[in-house]
């Protein structure tokens, strides 16, 4: 979580001398102590303060809502699952996972096989504003009938990495053959 380090630590004493140990901690009291929900962005960090050479073993973390109030909305879009292999798979891409980075441009990215420039992007929040250009697979074949996977159609899939120097409006891409993946500044078609 991104606590400034301002706020100090958070002790929790003496935990687990003799067996397991339940231990609760309130979101809320994170925030007072200067928690940013907006910006958690690491995962839970614990360690001894008074020992070395300390083995830790955490397990069942949740997240719980005890008071009882904002509690999380549906997803306010159309969706499937489809089954695949032993589980499922939506057949959409749930726009609050969408996130962006600004370099020379605005660049989306967990918003499935899309262009990758969007019209805006909010750097603090890394939230993109606009809506992505979907790609469509270029398949054949018993494929046509089928709902497939994008990591299995034929295609070239921007993704955000090096772009050609001098060239700010270029993005990289992958391009899946039957062979080999080529990785280039260029689509192939």
């Not at 997240?63 to 798979?89: A, F, H």
């Not at 969007?118 to 398949?139: D, L, S, W």
Request: net charge negative.
């Amino acid at each position: 979580m991104c606590v400034s380090c301002s706020s100090g630590d958070r002790s929790l004493g003496v935990k687990g001398q003799d067996d397991w140990e339940e231990v609760s901690i309130e979101v809320d009291d994170l925030v007072d102590a200067g928690l940013s929900l907006v910006s958690v962005n690491t995962g839970i960090v614990i360690w001894a303060s008074q020992y070395t050479n300390t083995i830790f073993q955490i397990d069942n973390i949740r997240w719980e809502d005890t008071d009882g109030d904002n509690e999380p909305e549906d997803p306010q879009i159309e969706y499937n699952l489809l089954q695949y292999g032993k589980g499922n798979v939506s057949d959409v891409i749930n726009p609050s996972s969408y996130r962006c980075a600004v370099d020379y441009g605005n660049w989306i990215y967990n918003a499935g096989v899309v262009e990758p420039a969007i019209p805006g992007c909010n750097a603090a929040t890394k939230i993109p504003t606009g809506t992505p250009t979907k790609i469509f697979p270029q398949i054949i074949g018993n494929a046509l009938d089928k709902n497939v996977p994008t990591h299995k159609w034929w295609g070239s899939i921007p993704f955000r990495g090096e772009m050609r120097v001098g060239d700010v409006n270029d993005t990289a891409h992958v391009t899946a053959d039957p062979i080999r993946a080529r990785v280039s500044n260029k689509v192939y078609a």
